[in-house]
């Protein structure tokens, strides 16, 4: 957790993958206790914003996933002002679980499944897009049928988004720690 923020703080883009059960949404809570601290220091001036995304499916634009998050929250008035702020990089995303977005169809033909990705994840791109701060983006590793495929439906860049991986079991000292 503690390479994370750094590499938030840097202003850093994250996928984070795992298998089922691999800690992938406990990860972004812990992040997201973190970063709200009052004990965080000051370079991270950006208000952290966790989303879990299985409550998105049909969202088509950022401000629709930002709406429903804080409709969700009972908090509806407070979407306007982040979606203000969106090019101006003052939040940092924490958003859970793009392997969670439903949709309505299926394919056995990787093509067209790819679409059906990218479809679902157009309000979730959109945001990445139309957000300059930094985020962290988890999922399943084999959602997608290729790492192409996945930049592509996220709208990230190969090459300036950092991959981590979570790790299916412990580690003989990580389970003596535990």
């Known amino acids: 957790a503690d390479d994370i923020i750094k590499a938030l703080h840097e202003g850093r883009r994250i996928i984070l993958l795992g298998n089922y059960g691999t800690g992938k949404s406990r990860c972004i809570q812990e992040l997201f206790a973190r970063l709200s601290s009052s004990n965080q220091p000051a370079p991270s ?5 966790a989303i879990d995304l299985r409550d998105n499916w049909g969202t088509r634009r950022a401000h629709e996933v930002v709406q429903r998050h804080f409709d969700d ?3 509806p008035s407070q979407a306007l002002g982040i979606l203000k702020t969106l090019d101006k990089g003052a939040v940092c995303w924490l958003l859970d679980g793009f392997d969670e977005i439903g ?3 299926w394919s056995d033909n990787p093509l067209r499944l790819s679409q059906i990705h990218a479809d679902s994840l157009a309000g ?10 930094p985020m962290i983006v988890s999922g399943r590793e ?7 495929e996945m930049f592509k439906c996220l709208g990230l860049s190969e090459g300036s988004t950092l991959v981590i991986q979570c790790s299916d079991e412990f580690s003989e000292q990580e389970l003596k720690e535990y």
């Not at 001036?45 to 914003?49: A, D, M, N, T």
């Open 142 to 148: 084999h959602y997608f049928n290729s790492d192409d």
């Open 73 to 75: 929250l009972g908090l």
């Open 45 to 49: 001036l950006r208000y952290p914003i």
């Open 124 to 133: 979730v791109r959109d945001l990445i897009a139309r957000s300059t701060g």
């Open 103 to 105: 949709s309505q169809t």
